[in-house]
C-alpha cells in the first residue's frame, strides 16, 4: 500500500483523518502505531551535525519526539492548525496559550462562564503580571466592542459555558476582537474540532483538554493548544520558553484514543441528547442546558456554527433541600461523583456559579446538576435516575 499524507488526505473525511493522521509506518519498521519514545538526550553523528542541532527534527525530550510529533501533527491536521504543541493537562494549555498571547500591562477579556480554574489562574497569576481581566457576559456577541481598551490584546470565549452552557457567537466576537487586534482564545473542548472547527470560525488559539474525548477513558491528563498561522510561531516560542511538556505514556495513549473520538463522540452525543429530552420531561427538572435541544436559548447559534454536540450538559431542579440532593446523588449506581467528564462512565456533580460570577447573575430556581453521560445502557441509566428521583421526592 502507499502511504496517505496530509495533502491527499485534504478532502477526505474527519473519521478517515483520525484513523490515518500522524502515523507513519514506514518509519517505526511497518507496525501501525507510534511507539513510546522515552528519553532526553538525542545523538549527533558528527561535529557538524551537533553544532546544526537546531534545524534537525530531533534535538532533545523536551523539544519533542517522534511520539508527541505524531499526535502534534495529527491534531494540527483535524483542527485545520498551522501549529499545535502539547501540554500535560487542559489547564496547562490554558495557561499557555493566554502566556502566548499576554505581556505585561495588557488587559484580557473573558466570558463570565469560562472554566472556574481559567477565573483562579486569571484572578491570580496574571494579576501578578500586572495582567488586567475584565469578565464579560458571555451572551454579548458583538457588543463586546464597548469592552474593547487599547491595550486589550485577547479575548478568551469558551462554547458552550462551562457548567450553565451559554453559546457564545463565536464567529461575531473574533471580528470585534481582531479589529482591534486582539487574539481569540478559545476552550473547545466540548465540541472538539470534529463538532468546531475552531480556526475556521475566527479562533487563533484553541485549547482542548485531551483529558476528556481525546482520551475517552479517564486514565490520562492531557492538554493541546492548536494555533493558526499567524500564531504558530509565538506558540512554540512560548511552549520552548516554559518546556511544559505531556508524559510520553499519557501521549501514547491520547494517540490510541485519536483513532476511535468521532465514534464515541457520536454516540456520546446521541446517548446525551437522548438522556436530555428524557430529563426535560421529568416533573422534578425546572431547565435542561443543552444547546442542541430545539428550545435551548442558544440553538440557533449552535445550528450554525457547530455540526454535533457531545454528552456534558446541564439541568436546573425544581426547588428542593439540600437532603433531598445528597439522597438523590448518594445512592446512584451508574453515574460516579466525579469532577471530570469524556470518559466511557456517566458522571454527575452538582455545583453553583453564583459564587463567582461577576458580570452575570446566576439564580436557578432550584440545584444545578452537570451530567456526563457515558457508554452504558441509555435505558439502564434512566433506571438508575428514576430510583435516585423516588428518593429526592420522599425528603420534599
Known amino acids: ?24 509506518p514506514s518509519e517505526q519498521f511497518g507496525y501501525v502505531n507510534t511507539p513510546i519514545y522515552r528519553g532526553s538526550t538525542v545523538l549527533q553523528p558528527t561535529l557538524a551535525a551537533l553544532e546544526a542541532r537546531h534545524s534537525a527534527r530531533f534535538t532533545y525530550g523536551t523539544h519533542g519526539t517522534p511520539t508527541t510529533e505524531a499526535l502534534e501533527l495529527a491534531w494540527s491536521e483535524i483542527a485545520g492548525a498551522a501549529g499545535t504543541v502539547l501540554t500535560p493537562s487542559g489547564l496547562a494549555a490554558i495557561t499557555l496559550a493566554l502566556l502566548t498571547a499576554l ?27 500586572n495582567i488586567e481581566t475584565t469578565y464579560y457576559d458571555p451572551l454579548i456577541g458583538a457588543g463586546i466592542e464597548a469592552l474593547m481598551r487599547a491595550n486589550t490584546k485577547a479575548v478568551l470565549v469558551e462554547a458552550p459555558g462551562s457548567q450553565s452552557f451559554e453559546m457564545q457567537d463565536i464567529p461575531a466576537i473574533a471580528e470585534v476582537a481582531h479589529r482591534h487586534g486582539a487574539c481569540v482564545v478559545m476552550d473547545n473542548t466540548w465540541a472538539t474540532p470534529l463538532f468546531f472547527p475552531p480556526h475556521e470560525r475566527g479562533v487563533d488559539l484553541a485549547v482542548e483538554a485531551g483529558t476528556k474525548y481525546l482520551s475517552g477513558h479517564s486514565d ?6 492548536s494555533a493558526n498561522e499567524h500564531w504558530a510561531k509565538p506558540l512554540r516560542q512560548t511552549f520552548d520558553f516554559f518546556a511544559m511538556c505531556a ?38 427538572v425546572s431547565r435542561v442546558l443543552h444547546p442542541a435541544l430545539e428550545d435551548d436559548p442558544g440553538h440557533a447559534i449552535w445550528k450554525r456554527d457547530f455540526s454535533g454536540s457531545s454528552g456534558l450538559f446541564s439541568v436546573i ?23 471530570s467528564w469524556g470518559g466511557y ?8 456559579c453564583s459564587r463567582y460570577r461577576t ?9 444545578a446538576l452537570r451530567f456526563s453521560v457515558g457508554l452504558e445502557d441509555i435505558e ?7 430510583r435516585g428521583f423516588a428518593l429526592f421526592r420522599a425528603q420534599l
Not at 380 to 386: G, N, Q, S, T
Open 1 to 24: 500500500m502507499t502511504q496517505s499524507t496530509p495533502q491527499s488526505r485534504k478532502n477526505m473525511r474527519a473519521r478517515t483523518k483520525l484513523v490515518h493522521a500522524g502515523r507513519e
Open 380 to 386: 439502564d441509566l434512566k433506571e438508575d435516575l428514576d
Open 247 to 284: 508524559g510520553p505514556e499519557d501521549v501514547f495513549l491520547a494517540l490510541r484514543g485519536l483513532r476511535s473520538m468521532e465514534l464515541r463522540l457520536r454516540e456520546a452525543e446521541r446517548q446525551g441528547l437522548a438522556l436530555a429530552r428524557w430529563l426535560r420531561g421529568r416533573a422534578e
Open 345 to 352: 462512565e456517566s458522571l454527575v456533580i452538582p455545583f453553583d
Open 220 to 225: 490520562l491528563l492531557l492538554g493541546l493548544v
Open 103 to 129: 505581556k505585561a500591562g495588557d488587559h484580557l477579556l473573558v466570558a463570565d462562564s469560562a472554566y472556574l480554574p481559567t477565573r483562579t489562574f486569571c484572578n491570580g497569576f496574571l494579576r501578578r503580571m
Open 317 to 339: 431542579l425544581k426547588p428542593a433541600p439540600k437532603a433531598a440532593l445528597a439522597a438523590l446523588l448518594d445512592n446512584l449506581q451508574l453515574f460516579g461523583l466525579g469532577y
Open 359 to 367: 458580570a452575570t447573575k446566576w439564580q436557578p430556581e432550584g440545584p
